[in-house]
Structure formats: structure tokens, C-alpha cells
């Protein structure tokens, strides 16, 4: 049997250019004499489609677009993901469901079982789990269909108490198949080859493993579909961030071929949840996700413009490259806002990057609108000492400054905050903290300057003396980030053994941390949530990003 995976890019709730693209996919792969082509998880509506699932016309529109997919199955068979009403009066209306399609006719349905309701995963919110389990026979297989999280309850610790392919398997299967959107995280790809490999060497059985790519606002799916052996063997591996049709036979002895010898390795063990954190782990991963985060945040919005206050530091430089990689550099603007604390370097470093980069920047500076609102709130400010109200006022006028000409110019501002800040809410509410995506929300300060030595791998883009001076935000004289935070590597590791590796207070401190320094940054990261609340959605790049997965209190009194 001729297999193809067929790893595409969906736009949520986009039925005719998502139906359109799966019919390309499949003529595409009839010209290959495929038997069966498989799509990923809810490919006709995009995943994750939240919400819409609560609207009739949506489910309607599904469906809609099934029946026109299966007109074009004369032949071959489609493997393609949807929800699927449930005839029962009893639980949830939809199921999350892989459809068959074959000779114009729906021959099969298969459902998932095992809902994720944990990090950005919502399932059990909107579907019912599988109550039975049956093998497809088709064109002389017998295929054992599950969904994306079906495969994934084979750990030590099994967050399930069932496992689809333990029922499957007493049917005698030849294949898994397993229909995926899986999101990505910059140790995923690692995770994901060693969950179907711990499948594949249970079952004893093949898997062609097919995973959506592209991003949808937040969550970027990174793709890396799979065709394993029964041996455990990767004999196929489709390409990361992007989109992608690759096929192979399915022998009957259950070994694959066209095999390609470059991957015909056993695939590795893998350690989840590192015990410390490494800024330089997969930089090349991240830096893919947050180029294709950003245009498919830009495409599927209906815009082509950005802008961004550019600042000379490295979190703005960072963002300005990656948007030039993304957008093309003539559609990003940058816009140089100097106050009356800025250093010269600080200018000469961001009109030097733009140099660089041949993209348009404007300079703008602030001082009169500062001293404008300094005039103005005298009357309430007198007799009080220079503070946080001033500094922040200089980072507000420069959001007031960027939005206006977005508005103006129909820009959309990326916001250059990276983790440590939003973390400790180092960065001013409606100022500094505008814009419509956060591009390094999910990076720590160490990352970010992994990601310019990266971009910087070839040759220098962002100035040499951007990546080597002390960072600060420039808000009062001879700022400096460490007169509030502790450096970096500490304040990083910190944050990560609380934020994705969630120890307590006692377990850091076991760690060999200043006592007093753990509870400071403990406390600093739940007083700041109500911040975090308020902040635009960041591209997700981690095991635990702030936004829809990691739901806190924001009056919550732990650590505060």
C-alpha cells in the first residue's frame, strides 16, 4: 500500500482555502499512484478552532467541506480530521473525529479518545471521547486510526486510564496512523520521535504520523511528520516549518520504503523537562518558530506592515530582524524614539542595525512630548521626587508615538518584551508592553541573546555593540537592568524552575539559591500577572508560556 502524509498549513475557520488545498494535496498524490493520503487533525477547520465549535453554521461549513473533499476520492483514500456530531443524546455534541473517504462515500469514522485539557489544550471543553474502537479494513489493511493525543498515554506516569491502541491492537492490525496537531516547543520534536517510537516498539507495528504546520496566533505547529518502521526505525521525516507531501510504500513484511538512508536510525530516548535551563538549546527551532509566527500572524490577519519602537537594545533588534526575515524588510518600519536619558550609541547602534538590515526607520524624539506631560502634571507632581512615574511616562509617550502612526499608516506593533520582563513586570503597562503579537514573550533574556548570535551566524546584522553592553532601559541616568533585577543567568534559571519546571519556593532554594532572592522573584512573578493579563498574545516557543496556557489567579496570595 502507497502512503502519503500530507503536512499542511490550515487558516482557522478558511473552509474554501483549506478544501482547496487538501484537494490540490490529494491530486498531487494521485499522480503518485497513492493508495491512502492522510491529513492532519482537523484539517478541514484548522486547529484549534475553540469556540467556533459552539456555532452551528461552523459544524455545518465542516461538513459542507467533507463532501466536497470526498467527490475527489474516486480511487484513492482521504484520511482527513474534523468534528463530528454525536447521534447521542448523552455527552458533548461533537466529536473530534478522522474521516475515510473513499469512491465518493464517508467509509469510516474513527474518534479521538483521549482529550487534552491541560496547557493550551481545551478539548474536553467542546468533545465527547471514543467509547468504542474498531481497525479500518481498506484495500487489503487493516489500519489502526488514532488522533494526535491517542499515542501519547505511554509514559511512566499515564495521565489516562485508557489507551486506544490497547484496545486496537486485539483486532490485529498492520499500520498506526496517527492524524496530529501537535504544537510546538522547542524540545518537542525530540519528545514527539520518542512517543512514537515507544508506540512503535510496543505495538510491533509501523506509523505514519502526520502533523499539521503553521501557526495560529499564539501556537506555532512545527510539522516534522514521520514514517516509522516496525523496527523503530525514522525511514521518512517530513521537513519542520513548513509544508510538505512525501509518500512511501507499506510492504507487507511492515517495513517502508523508499527508505532514506540518512534516517534510518533508531530514534532516541529522550529526558523530558531538562533539569536546567540552556539558552542555546535548539536556537535554529526558535528562531523558525517565531519567523513563521510572525507571517502567519501577518497573512492570516489580512496585514503586511509592521512596526516597532527600535531602541538599540537586543530585544528590539532581535524582533526588528526577525520581522525583516518574516515580513521582508521594506514592509517593517523601525521607529527611533530618543528621551532626554538616551546614550548616543543607544541611536547609533539602532540606525546602524536598520543599515544593515535595508529597512525603513524614522527618528522621533520624545523630549518635548516628555516635558510636555512633565508641564502639564505639575501641578498634581509638585514637591515629589523624580520616580517610577516619570520613567514610565517616557515609555508611554513612545507608545502613544507608535500607535499613532500605526493607525495612521496601517501598521500592526510588535511588541519586543521578552520573558524575564513580563515575568517580573519589568515593563510599563500601555507603554512598552503595546502591541498587537509579542514575538519574544516566551523567550528569556539569555534566548534572546542565543537567537542574535544566530542571526549574527553568518556575518554581523545587529551591531556588535548592541550584544555586548550592559542592557537597560534607559528611563533615568546610567540605568542599568541589574539596579532592579538580579543578572540574568540567575534571574533566568529562577524563573525557569518555577515557570516550566513548576518547583516550589523550598525545591529552588534546595538548588543552591539565596533564600531571599528566591522569595523576591517568586513574589515579583504572581504580584505582575494582572500585567501579564492585560498583554497582547505571545508566540509560543516553550514547554510554559504565559497567555492561554498558564492560567494563574491574578488575586491569587501564594508567594505574594
Known amino acids: 500500500m502507497r502512503i502519503a502524509l500530507a503536512q499542511q498549513n490550515y487558516h482557522i475557520g478558511n473552509f474554501e482555502a483549506n478544501t482547496q488545498k487538501i484537494i490540490e494535496a490529494v491530486e498531487t498524490a494521485r499522480q503518485q499512484k497513492v493508495d491512502l493520503i492522510v491529513f492532519s487533525e482537523l484539517s478541514v477547520c484548522g486547529y484549534p478552532p475553540r469556540d467556533f465549535l459552539e456555532f452551528k453554521d461552523f459544524i455545518n461549513k465542516c461538513y459542507q467541506a467533507i463532501d466536497t473533499i470526498k467527490e475527489h476520492s474516486d480511487n484513492i483514500g482521504i484520511l482527513v480530521g474534523g468534528p463530528a456530531r454525536n447521534p447521542q443524546i448523552q455527552g458533548k455534541d461533537l466529536f473530534n473525529a478522522a474521516f475515510l473517504l473513499y469512491n465518493k462515500q464517508v467509509v469510516a469514522e474513527v474518534h479521538k479518545t483521549l482529550l487534552p485539557t491541560y496547557d493550551v489544550f481545551d478539548e474536553y471543553r467542546y468533545f465527547e471521547p471514543a467509547f468504542n474502537w474498531n481497525v479500518i479494513e481498506f484495500k487489503g489493511r487493516r489500519l489502526a486510526v488514532t488522533i494526535c493525543e491517542d499515542i501519547w498515554n505511554i509514559n511512566d506516569n499515564p495521565l489516562y486510564r485508557i489507551c486506544p491502541m490497547d484496545e486496537l491492537i486485539k483486532q490485529h492490525p498492520d499500520v498506526m496512523i496517527n492524524l496530529s496537531a501537535s504544537p510546538f516547543d522547542y524540545i518537542h520534536d525530540e519528545e514527539r520521535k520518542a512517543v512514537i517510537k515507544a508506540n512503535v516498539l510496543k505495538y510491533k507495528l509501523p506509523m505514519f504520523y502526520c502533523n499539521a504546520t503553521g501557526s495560529q496566533t499564539e501556537i506555532v505547529f512545527d510539522g516534522g511528520s514521520l514514517m516509522f518502521d516496525k523496527q523503530g526505525n525514522i525511514c521518512k521525516a517530513l521537513p519542520l516549518f513548513q509544508e510538505a507531501i512525501e509518500f512511501a510504500d507499506l510492504m507487507d513484511d511492515g517495513s517502508i520504503t523508499p527508505c532514506e538512508k540518512n534516517l534510518y536510525t533508531i530514534a532516541g530516548d529522550f529526558k523530558p523537562n531538562p533539569l536546567k535551563f540552556d539558552a542555546e538549546r535548539n536556537i535554529s527551532f526558535i528562531y523558525n518558530a ?183 532601559a534607559e528611563l533615568r541616568p546610567d540605568q542599568k537592568d541589574t539596579d532592579s533585577l538580579p543578572p540574568y543567568d540567575i534571574l533566568d534559571e529562577i524563573l525557569y524552575q518555577y515557570i516550566e519546571r513548576r518547583q516550589g519556593p523550598n525545591e529552588i532554594k534546595a538548588q543552591g539559591f539565596d533564600a531571599a532572592l528566591v522569595d523576591r522573584i517568586l513574589m515579583l512573578v504572581n504580584r505582575n500577572e494582572y500585567k501579564r493579563n492585560q498583554f497582547c498574545p505571545i508566540i509560543r516557543i516553550s514547554p510554559k508560556a504565559f497567555g492561554v496556557g498558564r492560567r494563574v489567579p491574578i488575586v491569587g496570595k501564594y508567594l505574594s
Open 290 to 472: 517565531l519567523v513563521l509566527g510572525i507571517r502567519d500572524y501577518f497573512q492570516k490577519m489580512g496585514f503586511s506592515k509592521a512596526i516597532l519602537g527600535s531602541s538599540g537594545g537586543i530585544d528590539s533588534a532581535v524582533v526588528l530582524a526577525l520581522a525583516c526575515e518574516a515580513l521582508g524588510k521594506e514592509n517593517v518600519r523601525g521607529i527611533l524614539m530618543p528621551s532626554p536619558y538616551s546614550t548616543g550609541h543607544s541611536v547609533d547602534d539602532a540606525s546602524r542595525l536598520s543599515q544593515h538590515l535595508q529597512n525603513p526607520y524614522d527618528v522621533i524624539r520624545i523630549n518635548d512630548v516628555y516635558e510636555s506631560f512633565l508641564k502639564t502634571l505639575e501641578p498634581v507632581f509638585k514637591n515629589t521626587p523624580f520616580g517610577l512615574a516619570e520613567e514610565n511616562m517616557q515609555s508611554r509617550s513612545r507608545g502613544v508615538i507608535l500607535m499613532a502612526i500605526a493607525n495612521k499608516l496601517h501598521y500592526i506593533l510588535l511588541n519586543t518584551s521578552n520573558k524575564s520582563e513580563l515575568a517580573t513586570g519589568y515593563g510599563t503597562l500601555y507603554g512598552d508592553m503595546a502591541g498587537g503579537i509579542g514575538v519574544l514573550g516566551d523567550c528569556y533574556k539569555q534566548q534572546v541573546y542565543a537567537l542574535a548570535r544566530y542571526i549574527n551566524r553568518n556575518g554581523e546584522i545587529i551591531p556588535k555593540n548592541i550584544i555586548d553592553k550592559a542592557p537597560s
